[in-house]
């Protein structure tokens, strides 16, 4: 969790998505549209630091184009298909971990 939220490769990769650290809190992700709080979602409640990944993405943040997507993350997702699955994302931005040449 905690590397997730304040070490390079994790939050920090995802366009519109600010980390605020709330003392005496538990981790939450709020999504938010408009101001409005439309969505909480127990960060604790995750074992993994791709996992966290996956909630994230599944609530429609998305990767900024300016980040390097860490290679612990793209072989991550190599190993649960993302390749064959989401292949305009991963054939461009995790060519490695797919095996891609260029």
Request: contains cysteine; proline residues 5%.
């Amino acid at each position: 969790m905690k590397r997730f939220l304040k070490e390079p490769g994790g939050a920090d990769v995802y366009q519109n998505l600010r980390v605020i650290f709330i003392p005496g809190k538990s981790p939450e992700l709020v999504v938010s549209v408009d101001g409005d709080t439309s969505r909480r979602i127990d960060l604790t409640a995750f074992d993994s630091e791709l996992a966290l990944h996956r909630v994230v993405l599944d609530q429609g943040f998305v990767i900024r184009d300016d980040v390097t997507i860490p290679d612990s993350l793209c072989g991550a997702w190599a190993t649960q298909n993302e390749c064959t699955a989401n292949p305009s994302f991963m054939n461009t931005r995790c060519q490695d971990a797919c095996k891609i040449e260029l």
